[in-house]
């Protein structure tokens, strides 16, 4: 049905590619001409561009000549011509698509297309790439034709100092890692200066590897935490309780998705253990996430399989090496579930200062695109959540790569065993092969198989990253055999050396199916480059994890049927197939999880975008006053509310508490006399408060001085929002963890969730206000000599602390021993600044 419904309608890829090679002839009408130019000449355009864009074209516009420019650059710098179809793909990256371009079709020159191209607003164009040597690589390589076209290039690395990293941020093109620029974007926001910040407007962004960073590492949002002020008690409370439960009465186990869950009768178990009514009442949001992280803990985590105890301290083994983390810790408290567990000394939890995901970081750019060998089969994650198209651009040449059908063993030795005698029979003849497995430890053990046989053999892992393009480079070469991780080496292309295309070209070996067809996909493309001869084949066994979890049992029952050995293979396209179907099940089930922690860190972002923008407007106002009066309006509102309500009578009125209120935020002590308030009507009371407010107020700006009171202000205000927030981040943390079981009540978690976490954040709100306008009256200024751009340079070093210009300093004799202290550190002021 749908190759009849393609046929009456036409492919919409087909249209598209038509239509962008309209584009393509009219930039190849420009080629002869600038090959008469000069160099001076060429590089001139970038200015005349600049000039057309101040005058009204577009970056539309401007495209055939600019893309036609580039082209001729790069001939003359890289000495590398584009291909019309890399025209193409550069046409759907301007355009904020993604360019699903096969293996060896030279994305990384593609890119530099709609970065130049973009770059000419002056905005700046962020180039972002899996690892650091690939950022390094691409911007010293293709850097060149930028910068030979009179553009300025810059390097967002990890350990580069400040004014070098805001010097990269300034330049017309950046390149970086996903990481480095989602954390500076988070410590863009928690400076106390303007100028301490490094990145400018998010602009256009190109996303090298675009599957890589967009599904598989979104998994993971980025985390700026430091050190927690949590007990550790609970957590050897709540250890002791869920011992006490049992499997398939109190909680149930998910293997598949690695998940917990207690039933109602568990549920009432722990409330009966710990005294408590309900588990789930928002007063006890802190112990509902120390019980699910505990019953984790004891039903899911495993010691000797996830971790060890060694030496009283429990360390995390890796789950593809079976290697131990040192120095590793679970987040999220699960880790301190772990050391309760098996009864060790418990390390405090992190708390967690900032926090966002890379679909909410990317998301904010004004446009995306991405490119990549293998996007296809992800593009209804890649509409719904980011809103971008896939385009297929054609090869170059035909991809003459023949891909031979899976066979299927009844255990792994068996499979493993027929991977090592292909190998040998391959290396015979002198045709490299490159060998794809799911984990390191499938690597070693099939390193260790080939030694026995004398076959030499590299192996790569994603370890060190300029090694594995050296090797990566060197697999097509005769008789060359290369063992990879997960496609360890991405980025990298592999040449054919002499004579391999007359024995077959490269063979590539999958030891494993993975879970996501796109992975699979990566592997065979990296045969079958630009025309190459080459071939590809999955080795697979019913003991695989896929197999064991998504459908082996009708294949099972077909072998057991035909009575076949355990060496014996089943070679057919319909177990191809079947096990295809398995991988759009599991893909289908991932793509809902990371749609379900989209959906829940929505509501956070929504939070977030109102925090930072009022952030940025606090960093960048001149006069925070107006602010200030405003929350002092709404205080004195809610003291009016409180102990002079207009439903009650004058003489109900509560005077002393509505004046020790006031005292406790703007009034002197002794201003307020309750004889004289007595005499005012409600309206009148409610002036004078303000009128008492205000007094204040120009008292302390005129002692002062009021360029100081702008920056009291200011520091204030962004102390307090800061500690605040943090607060929010990890009640938030606790309320989401706990939110799921509410489905036993027949309610929507996701509803439930966004109701509490309106209310906590319109909370938040109003202990801010109180806050600031309470340690606005309070605190003094201590002028420091050290300036800002000082401070801006140490606030992004390694563990450096420097004092703040103008930092505010308590007088101590007016804050509450148990209100955050006005020093910004999120903790109680008795356990700061109290103490010292």
């Not at 002197?668 to 309206?683: A, I, N, T, W, Y």
Request: aromatic share 8%; net charge negative.
């Amino acid at each position: 049905m749908f190759s009849f419904i393609k046929k009456l309608f036409g492919d919409d890829n087909e249209k598209e590619i038509k239509r962008m090679m309209k584009y393509v002839e009219k930039i190849n009408e420009y080629e002869p001409e600038l090959q008469k130019m000069s160099d001076g000449s060429l590089a001139g355009k970038t200015g005349e561009f600049k000039r057309r864009l101040e005058t009204g074209e577009t970056l539309d516009d401007l495209l055939p000549e600019a893309y036609a420019v580039v082209r001729e650059a790069s001939r003359r710098v890289l000495g590398m011509r584009h291909f019309d179809v890399q025209m193409l793909g550069g046409i759907a990256l301007h355009e904020g698509r993604i360019a699903e371009m096969r293996t060896g079709e030279g994305k990384t020159l593609v890119g530099t297309l709609p970065t130049y191209l973009n770059a000419l607003t002056g905005k700046g164009v962020h180039v972002i790439t899996v690892n650091d040597y690939l950022a390094k690589r691409d911007s010293e390589w293709m850097g060149r034709v930028y910068r030979y076209l009179g553009l300025s290039v810059g390097l967002i690395r990890h350990g580069l100092d400040f004014p070098d990293r805001k010097a990269a941020y300034a330049c017309d093109i950046t390149f970086g890692t996903n990481n480095e620029y989602g954390f500076d974007y988070l410590r863009d926001n928690m400076v106390i200066y303007p100028e301490q910040m490094v990145q400018r407007e998010l602009n256009y962004a190109i996303i090298d590897e675009v599957d890589s960073i967009l599904v598989d590492e979104a998994r993971t949002p980025l985390i700026i935490s430091g050190p927690g002020e949590k007990s550790t008690d609970l957590y050897y409370v709540l250890s002791k309780a869920v011992v006490k439960l049992k499997e398939n009465e109190d909680y149930t186990v998910d293997e598949k998705a690695k998940a917990v869950l207690p039933t109602e009768g568990g549920i009432a178990k722990i409330e009966k253990i710990l005294g408590i009514t309900n588990l789930y009442d928002n007063s006890n949001i802190e112990m509902s996430h120390h019980f699910n992280q505990a019953l984790r803990a004891k039903a899911i985590m495993k010691r000797d399989r996830d971790y060890v105890v060694r030496e009283g301290e429990v360390v995390i083994v890796d789950e593809f090496t079976g290697r131990l983390m040192f120095g590793r810790r679970y987040s999220d408290g699960l880790h301190q579930a772990i050391e309760a567990k098996e009864g060790v000394k418990i390390e405090r939890e992190s708390q967690t200062l900032a926090a966002i995901t890379f679909q909410n970081y990317f998301r904010m750019y004004k446009k995306l695109s991405g490119m990549t060998g293998t996007a296809k089969t992800e593009e209804p994650e890649f509409r719904k959540i980011y809103n971008l198209d896939v385009i297929v651009i054609p090869t170059n040449k035909a991809v003459q790569r023949q891909d031979l059908p899976d066979v299927i063993y009844k255990t792994k030795k068996a499979k493993y065993k027929a991977v090592i005698n292909e190998l040998v029979e391959r290396f015979a003849k002198g045709q490299p092969v490159l060998v794809g497995t799911t984990s390191i430890a499938q690597s070693e053990d099939l390193s260790e198989m080939l030694k026995k046989r004398n076959i030499p053999h590299n192996v790569l892992n994603a370890k060190y990253h300029e090694m594995e393009a050296q090797i990566i480079a060197g697999a097509g070469q005769p008789g060359a055999i290369t063992i990879a991780t997960n496609m360890a080496g991405r980025g990298t292309d592999i040449v054919l050396g002499e004579g391999v295309s007359e024995v077959g070209g490269l063979h590539i070996i999958g030891t494993e199916r993975h879970e996501s067809r796109r992975i699979d996909n990566q592997l065979r493309g990296r045969a079958g480059r630009q025309g190459d001869p080459g071939s590809s084949r999955f080795y697979l066994s019913l003991e695989d994890e896929l197999m064991r979890l998504f459908g082996s049992d009708n294949i099972a029952n077909i072998m057991d049927k035909l009575g076949m050995e355990e060496d014996e293979p089943i070679e057919h396209t319909l177990i191809t197939r079947s096990i295809e179907t398995a991988q759009k099940k599991v893909e289908a089930r991932n793509f809902d999880i990371r749609k379900h922690v989209l959906e829940y860190d929505d509501v956070m972002n929504q939070q977030r975008e109102v925090i930072y923008g009022q952030r940025r407007k606090i960093l960048m106002g001149e006069n925070m006053r107006e602010n200030i009066f405003h929350m002092i309006s709404k205080i004195v509102d809610k003291a009016m509310e409180i102990y002079a309500n207009e439903k009650l009578f004058p003489e109900d009125w509560d005077y002393s508490g509505l004046i020790e209120y006031c005292n406790g935020f703007f009034a002197p002590e002794g201003r307020l006399v309750q004889s004289d308030l007595e005499k005012l009507s409600r309206e009148e009371l409610q002036e004078e408060l303000m009128k008492v407010a205000n007094e204040a107020y120009d008292s302390r700006e005129l002692l002062f001085g009021e360029d100081n009171m702008r920056e009291l202000e200011k520091v204030v205000m962004l102390k307090v929002v800061d500690g605040k927030w943090m607060e929010h981040l990890d009640h938030m943390d606790m309320l989401r963890e706990g939110i799921g079981l509410r489905a036993y009540g027949q309610r929507d978690p996701l509803i439930e969730y966004k109701i509490e976490a309106y209310d906590m954040f319109q909370q938040m709100i109003e202990n801010i206000q109180e806050d600031i306008v309470k340690y606005i009256f309070r605190v003094n200024i201590v002028t420091q000599p050290e300036d800002h751009l000082q401070q801006a340079k140490a606030s992004h070093g390694e563990d450096e602390e420097t004092e703040k210009p103008k930092q505010p300093h308590v007088n101590k004799e007016q804050i509450g021993r148990n209100d955050t202290c006005p020093c910004g550190s999120g903790k109680k002021y008795k356990h700061c600044c109290a103490t010292k």
